[in-house]
């Protein structure tokens, strides 16, 4: 079985912190997302990764850096976090470029920015 | 860009009853789409996935079927039973990687 492990459940940081997010699979997958999950507003992809270094935005990027050094690993950072990036967020991965590939999803990191 | 709704945003059932789960999307330029569980607190379990040029997928007592043309999928649950309290989402997977949507979901309970 596919494990999408997230280094945190949950996570309290304070405004103008950097804030790392930790991501990691074990199933030698291709394609690496970020999510954000927040009532009312559903699933938004932040960014995805399709390869070692490669990176592209996804719906709402501002705000957010990622870094994908290792194939199994793939990182969400909060340059300056602010109090609306509470949220959970949602790591996924797939192969060959999740084309008829399914996502596989991580637990979810909630965290909470005082 | 891709708009994807899901009716009803919540649905109460009784033990052992079928039940129908709607998603359209207003993007036809998919390659496949993907029905998903989510449990509270946690993160979402693939369920099903459909390519764009199949009709239905089977698992057990979940069935989806897909009319890409109309921008419609349907997730069948048989034999409904509490352990299948959860919200269920849809996500059409695009051509283009950047638009991936998900529907907000239908939060299923069903009572014993």
């Known amino acids: 079985d596919v494990k999408v492990t997230q280094s945190s459940r949950y996570l309290v940081k304070r405004t103008g912190e950097k804030v790392f997010l930790e991501c990691v699979q074990d199933?030698?997958?291709?394609?690496m997302f970020w999510y954000r999950q927040d009532p009312g507003l559903g699933l938004r992809l932040i960014y995805f990764?399709?390869?070692?270094?490669?990176?592209e935005k996804g719906d709402i990027p501002e705000g957010y850096s990622v870094s994908r050094e290792k194939k199994e690993r793939f990182s969400l950072i909060l340059e300056s976090a602010s109090t609306n990036q509470t949220s959970m967020y949602l790591c996924?991965?797939?192969?060959?470029?999740?084309?008829?590939?399914?996502?596989?999803f991580g637990d979810g990191t909630r965290l909470s920015i005082l | 860009k891709q708009e994807v709704t899901q009716i009803p945003a919540a649905l109460s059932v009784p033990e052992g009853e079928n039940l129908v789960l709607n998603c359209s999307f207003t993007?036809?330029?998919?390659?496949?789409l993907q029905w998903f569980r989510q449990d509270p607190g946690k993160g979402l379990t693939s369920l099903l996935l459909i390519q764009s040029s199949q009709r239905e997928q089977t698992s057990g007592r979940l069935n989806a079927s897909l009319d890409k043309s109309s921008g419609r999928s349907t997730l069948y649950i048989a034999a409904s039973q509490p352990g299948d309290s959860a919200t269920y989402l849809c996500?059409?997977?695009?051509?283009?990687?950047?638009?991936?949507?998900f529907g907000a979901g239908t939060r299923l309970t069903v009572k014993p």
């Open positions: 993007d036809s330029a998919i390659y496949n």
């Open positions: 990764s399709y390869d070692v270094k490669m990176k």
């Open positions: 996500a059409p997977f695009p051509y283009n990687n950047n638009d991936m949507r």
């Open positions: 199933m030698d997958h291709e394609n």
């Open positions: 996924a991965s797939s192969q060959d470029r999740g084309i008829n590939q399914p996502q596989h």
